[in-house]
T-cell receptor, first 116, second 114 residues
Framework: AQKITQTQPGMFVQEKEAVTLDCTYD???????LFWYKQPSSGEMIFLIY??????QNATEGRYSLNFQKARKSANLVISASQLGDSAMYFC?????????????FGQGTTLQVKP | KAGVTQTPRYLIKTRGQQVTLSCSPI?????VSWYQQTPGQGLQFLFE???????NKGNFPGRFSGRQFSNSRSEMNVSTLELGDSALYLC?????????????FGPGTRLTVL
């Protein structure tokens, strides 16, 4: 069964430092997509970055990069130069398509707090 | 381009009542998915619609239903509300239902059942 595991319930990082949020996944489908979302206290889920299972290079979007290690089934999010506004809950999610559906499977999330 | 919109943003109902939530996807997006978020269970998939057809349904009782209209707008309905239905209900849209298409979420509807 498909599963996403985020083992860090909470993380602290000093402003301007980099932080890595861990995510491991499990699927038997060779075609899948991995996503990271940010959820501030307002509740809206904000799309950050996407990595496809066949992508050869790690995805990057501004200060966000995804450390994709396919053999280890991990897709860690790296946030560089943390800002106070990065304080939020972060979710790793997977979308696979064994039956052509778009269902996202989410991990339990990691709460990130950026200290000034 | 306007984002995903959900109405209403907040809702208070009592046990036994029913509720209808609405979601308007990003223009051009044909896939709409619904998720329930609670502190205890996290984010759980409810159902997905693509071109007015339900493509997949999560493990929720039949009290939870939905539909999609020809303009891709979607509604979900919860009948005979229970206290445990209190949650943030999130709608997400994407261009297709393929794994490589990002899903963009709306602000959610926060439902409180008293």
């Amino acid at each position: 069964a498909q599963k996403i595991t985020q083992t860090q319930p909470g993380m602290f990082v000093q402003e301007k430092e980099a932080v890595t949020l861990d995510c491991t996944y499990d699927t038997s489908d060779p075609s899948y997509g991995l996503f990271w979302y940010k959820q501030p206290s307002s509740g809206e889920m904000i799309f950050l970055i996407y990595q496809g299972s066949y992508d050869q290079q790690n995805a990057t979007e501004g200060r966000y990069s995804l450390n994709f290690q396919k053999a280890r089934k991990s897709a860690n999010l790296v946030i560089s130069a943390s800002q106070l506004g990065d304080s939020a809950m972060y979710f790793c999610a997977m979308r696979d398509s064994p039956s052509n559906t778009g269902k996202l499977i989410f991990g339990q999330g990691t709460t990130l707090q950026v200290k000034p | 381009k306007a984002g995903v919109t959900q109405t209403p943003r907040y809702l208070i109902k009592t046990r036994g009542q029913q509720v209808t939530l609405s979601c308007s996807p990003i223009s051009g997006h044909r896939s709409v998915s619904w998720y329930q978020q609670t502190p205890g269970q996290g984010l759980q998939f409810l159902f997905e619609y693509f071109s007015e057809t339900q493509r997949n349904k999560g493990n929720f009782p039949g009290r939870f239903s939905g539909r999609q209209f020809s303009n891709s707008r979607s509604e979900m309905n919860v009948s005979t509300l229970e206290l445990g239905d209190s949650a943030l209900y999130l709608c997400a849209s994407s261009y297709t239902d393929r794994s490589y298409n990002e899903q963009f979420f709306g602000p959610g509807t926060r439902l409180t059942v008293l």
